[in-house]
């Protein structure tokens, strides 16, 4: 079975949208938009077109820091140039936070979907050296049908260096002020597994072998081994232990 990481989920999930191809784009304005912003804070923007599977990135003096120099056009919708840059733990919980965000804006109203982004704070790669990034997320267009087009990620530093392990990711109404609380976007990540699979991932977690959850849980060995397989290949994942490190990121399971 084919490993596909958190990564791979967001690309999936962003690029394989239905887009409407009478869509009238207006890139050039969100670009100029970009630009003019990262005029004024000297951050770094990274302007999103999933439909064109691409990015346009501008770099303010902030992107020094992060290897960056003038404005770029890759051939990506993801900036893997600027994730490569930052602590690979930190990027995989952005990554989750952003398909929660995908899923919770999914259902909101056309006129209130440009009121959220998601913040959190991540590490440069460089342990040496160690810098604190604030990053934000931000989907800009949507089509009728509700398939994101256009995304704007910003970064900048922060001004916070305390250590701390995680990145403090979450979701707020900038109109309002309200973070959105986990249990608010959770039920996406909670639907991928049933009860019983979730009860089993966890005992994993904890250490106990299939034989030891089958007499925990009252059932048969071949029960448990079921399952197991299923949560593998709901999670898309190559074995349990991918399956371990994706349930944590997602929340799914907390031991």
Known sequence: MVNISIEDQLASTLLKQTF?????????????LAAAYVSIEQCVAVLSDFQADCSYIYTGNFGKLLGLSGDLFIDSAFEDCIFDKLNSEDVI???????YFFQYLKNLPEEEYRNYSTFSRLRSS????MHYINHRTMYLKRSPNGSVIFALCLYAPSTNSEFRNGIDGK?????TGETITFEKYQPYSANL????ELEILTHVAKGSNSDQIASLLNISVYTV?????NIIQKLQVANTTEALKTAFVMGLIRV
């Open 171 to 175: 979701i707020v109404n900038i109109k």
């Open 193 to 196: 597994l049933s009860k019983r």
């Open 93 to 99: 919980e952005r990554h989750a936070l952003e398909l």
């Open 126 to 129: 460089d342990e040496k050296s």
């Open 20 to 32: 409407l191809d009478e869509e009238a784009l207006d890139i050039e304005d969100y670009k100029k």
């Open 225 to 229: 081994r079921r399952h197991r397989q």
